[in-house]
């Protein structure tokens, strides 16, 4: 149990382009999920939350216009780029989480995204 | 603040040596969780274990083992035997889900772990 998939795995695309990424609970309802962003050789760095039915919640830094978050059933939500540029090139991994155990988070295999 | 600290940035070692990778913790809520993840080349988090902080008891689970301390804030892991396969990043974790920060994971920045044939 407790399955997240992203689709796709892996895109390339044109700078200048709009990306999308979803991220789905497969066997539960995620009633908040989470998107991280991955440079190579370093940390997950937590980039939104978003909850089910409410606008996300952003980090410092992160921009809400460029990294456009929707969560708008209980089973997916989606992380959309905006005008992406070479430098938005990254691992994306989404996660999610129950409203009952608040303690874990499910992660999804992630989505490698690569701008020319 | 929460925080989590991974002194260790890279470790290479030879098969069939044992490895301990160190983690530091950093809260003031008396509530908490930690976690091990191992990311391999592919990118996918693979869950290792997960530790309450009412709960210091050691685990072992096959040639992996951790050491929960609440007096030194650390929750060490070794791996015993290491294999080649065991090569991947290992990333430490914190969850607080009672405080401000609700269930937001605070992440080490990682250790790169390197077994050699």
């Known amino acids: 149990g407790a399955v997240v998939s992203q689709h796709p795995s892996r895109v390339i695309c044109k700078s200048g382009t709009s990306v999308k990424i979803e991220c789905r609970s497969l066997?539960?309802?995620?009633?908040?999920m989470f998107w991280y962003r991955q440079f190579p050789k370093q940390s997950l760095m937590l980039m939104a939350t978003s909850n089910e039915g409410s606008k996300a919640t952003y980090e410092q830094g992160v921009e809400k216009d460029k990294f456009l978050i929707n969560h708008a059933s209980l089973t997916l939500s989606t992380l959309t780029v905006t005008s992406a540029h070479p430098e938005d090139s990254s691992f994306y991994i989404c996660?999610?989480?129950?409203?009952?155990?608040?303690?874990?988070?499910?992660f999804g295999p992630g989505t490698r995204l690569l701008v020319l | 603040a929460q925080k989590v600290t991974q002194a260790q940035t890279e470790i290479s070692v030879v098969e069939k040596e044992d490895v301990t990778l160190d983690c530091v913790y950093e809260?003031?809520?008396?509530?908490?969780?930690l976690f091990w993840y191992k990311q391999p080349p592919s990118g996918e988090l693979v869950f290792l274990i997960r530790r309450n902080s009412f709960d210091e008891q050691n685990e072992i689970s096959g040639r992996y083992s951790w050491n929960f301390q609440k007096s030194t804030s650390s929750f060490n892991f070794t791996i015993t035997a290491s294999q080649v396969v065991d090569s991947a990043v290992y990333f430490c974790?914190?969850?607080?889900?009672?405080?401000?920060?609700?269930?937001?994971?605070?992440f080490g920045q990682g250790t790169e772990l390197s077994v050699k044939p």
């Open positions: 974790a914190l969850v607080t889900p009672f405080s401000n920060q609700g269930g937001k994971l605070i």
């Open positions: 066997d539960f309802q995620a009633t908040t």
């Open positions: 809260t003031r809520d008396t509530t908490y969780y």
């Open positions: 996660s999610a989480q129950t409203s009952t155990r608040k303690e874990t988070q499910y």
